[in-house]
């Protein structure tokens, strides 16, 4: 594709200048160029605009004309609004970074790895800052619900997903869970291990999940940073094993 993303900066601006697939055809490079520089790129101008331009110039299945027109159109007028909602996003992105860098546990969750200032002020949100809301790691995982629930009777035993959970939190466990995956080998090595086969990447990024919200609780309850070497060092326990 010539544009992945199409709320970035390069999206937008070479479509506000050709919103139809036969008006991107007829761009040249110097015209991209102009384009990308408007938009706001500063490096890597004249590769980018000869990438976009080849890629819009490549073989496409083409729609009805007066189809075309009407989707053209709409391009046209959708792109100023998505430029508009991006620069408030940011703005409110800045201010949200402000005021969580100034929170007192915010230094403790950014060196976890995996969480960012958005997602990390998602996570603080979501499971709140209350010193003593939680008397151990399994109460705040289970608010979280990231462990599952245990169902037996007789010889029967089904482990099945903890649906009464903060939904909001588990979301944005799930999301930190994914992104510790290559901001840490232990996160890495974990996750390995609870994920044998073809069927078992979900089961096995909710306990890396649920491992990771105990280790925010012992650096939140102990006020220490993290340290991989300690947070991984008994990764192999039974219960670890069986989260």
């Known amino acids: 594709?010539?544009?992945?993303?199409?709320?970035?900066?390069?999206?937008?601006?070479?479509?506000?200048?050709?919103?139809?697939?036969?008006?991107?055809?007829?761009?040249?490079?110097?015209?991209?160029?102009?384009?990308?520089?408007?938009?706001?790129?500063?490096?890597?101008?004249?590769?980018?605009?000869?990438?976009?331009?080849?890629?819009l110039r490549l073989p496409q299945l083409a729609a009805a004309p007066l189809l075309t027109d009407a989707f053209g159109v709409s391009v046209a007028a959708l792109v100023p609004v998505i430029a508009s909602i991006g620069k408030q996003i940011t703005l409110v992105e800045a201010r949200l970074i402000e005021r969580f860098e100034a929170h007192p546990d915010a230094e403790l969750l950014l060196s976890l790895p995996g969480l960012g200032h958005v997602l990390g002020a998602w996570v603080l949100a979501e499971l709140?800052?209350?010193?003593?809301?939680?008397?151990?790691?399994?109460?705040?995982?289970?608010?979280?619900?990231?462990?599952?629930?245990?169902?037996?009777?007789?010889?029967?035993?089904?482990?099945?997903?903890?649906?009464?959970?903060?939904?909001?939190?588990?979301?944005?466990?799930?999301?930190?869970?994914?992104?510790?995956?290559?901001?840490?080998?232990?996160?890495?090595?974990?996750?390995?291990?609870?994920?044998?086969?073809?069927?078992?990447s979900k089961t096995a990024r909710r306990k890396l999940a649920n491992k990771l919200v105990g280790i925010l609780h012992g650096c939140l309850t102990h006020r220490t940073a993290y340290d991989e070497q300690l947070a991984w060092a008994n990764w192999t326990d039974q219960d670890d094993l069986a989260a």
């Open 1 to 55: 594709m010539a544009l992945d993303d199409l709320d970035h900066p390069d999206a937008l601006a070479v479509l506000a200048k050709a919103p139809t697939p036969e008006q991107g055809k007829a761009l040249s490079a110097t015209q991209i160029v102009a384009a990308l520089r408007r938009g706001g790129r500063k490096r890597n101008i004249d590769r980018r605009a000869t990438e976009i331009r080849d890629a």
């Open 128 to 200: 709140g800052d209350a010193p003593s809301r939680y008397g151990d790691a399994r109460a705040r995982r289970n608010y979280a619900g990231a462990p599952p629930v245990t169902r037996q009777s007789g010889t029967s035993k089904i482990v099945s997903a903890r649906l009464a959970r903060n939904s909001r939190l588990f979301d944005a466990l799930w999301q930190w869970a994914f992104c510790a995956l290559s901001a840490s080998p232990g996160a890495r090595a974990y996750y390995d291990a609870h994920n044998p086969g073809p069927h078992t």
